[in-house]
C-alpha cells in the first residue's frame, strides 16, 4: 500500500504510463480516492526537467498527454458510475471517509453550482473523486458535466505539471532535493482536507 502513495517510487517503476492510470483510478473509481494525484503530478513535471542521464527522467510532452488523458476520462468514468450506482453506492455511512467525502463534494456543488464546484473540486483530495459520481447521481446534466470537468481537468493535471517542469529547471541538480519537495506537496495538497475537517469538527462542537 505505501507504495502506491509514493509518487517517486510509482514513476520510477511504471514511468508515464503511471501517471495515466493513477490519475484514472483517482478521478474515476471510489476506490482511488487515497491516491497520490498532485503530488504524483508535480513529481512527475520535476522528473520532465532531470537530465536523460538521470536514474529517472520523463519527456513532458508524453506526460502531459498521460496526464490529461487519465484526468479526463477518469472523470467520465466516475460520472457514468454515479448515473448507474446512484445513491446505493454513495450514500454508506460505514465508509466513513468516503461517506465524508461524499458530504464535502455535496456541500461543494450546492455552494457554487454545477460548473464552478466540478473545477475547483479537482483541486480538492478526496473531493475530486467523490465529485465525479456524485454529478452523476444527482442529475447534472452530461453536457455540462463534460464542459466544466475538461475545463477543470486540463487546469489541475497539465498546471500542476507544468509548474513541477517550470521548478525543476530552476533547480540544478533536481534530484537531490526530490523526497523533501514531494514532502511538501503532499503537505500542502493536504491542506483542504485539514482545514475542512477542523470546520466540521467545530461545527459539531458549536451544536452540542
Known amino acids: 500500500m505505501s507504495a502506491l502513495l509514493d509518487p517517486q517510487h510509482l514513476l520510477s517503476s511504471f514511468g508515464t504510463l503511471g501517471?495515466?492510470?493513477?490519475?484514472?483510478?483517482?478521478?474515476?473509481?471510489?476506490?482511488?480516492?487515497?491516491?497520490?494525484?498532485?503530488?504524483?503530478?508535480?513529481?512527475?513535471?520535476?522528473?520532465?526537467?532531470t537530465g536523460v542521464s538521470s536514474s529517472v527522467h520523463l519527456s513532458l510532452v508524453p506526460v502531459l498527454l498521460a496526464a490529461a488523458g487519465g484526468a479526463l476520462l477518469g472523470a467520465e468514468v466516475g460520472y457514468l458510475i454515479g448515473r448507474a450506482a446512484g445513491p446505493a453506492l454513495l450514500e454508506r455511512p460505514e465508509h466513513r471517509r468516503r461517506h465524508a467525502g461524499v458530504q464535502r463534494a455535496r456541500a461543494v456543488l450546492e455552494r457554487y453550482g454545477h460548473g464552478k464546484a466540478i473545477v475547483l473540486a479537482r483541486f480538492i483530495p478526496v473531493v475530486r473523486t467523490l465529485m465525479n459520481p456524485l454529478a452523476g447521481t444527482v442529475g447534472v446534466p452530461a453536457r455540462t458535466f463534460t464542459l466544466w470537468q475538461c475545463v477543470g481537468g486540463l487546469l489541475w493535471a497539465l498546471g500542476v505539471t507544468l509548474a513541477g517542469h517550470v521548478l525543476g529547471g530552476q533547480i540544478p541538480g533536481i534530484d537531490a532535493y526530490l523526497l523533501p519537495i514531494i514532502a511538501v506537496v503532499v503537505v500542502v495538497s493536504l491542506l483542504p482536507v485539514l482545514v475542512e475537517l477542523l470546520r466540521s469538527r467545530r461545527g459539531t462542537t458549536s451544536r452540542r
Open 19 to 49: 501517471v495515466f492510470v493513477i490519475l484514472f483510478a483517482e478521478t474515476g473509481l471510489l476506490v482511488g480516492f487515497f491516491l497520490p494525484g498532485d503530488s504524483l503530478l508535480f513529481t512527475a513535471g520535476l522528473l520532465t526537467a
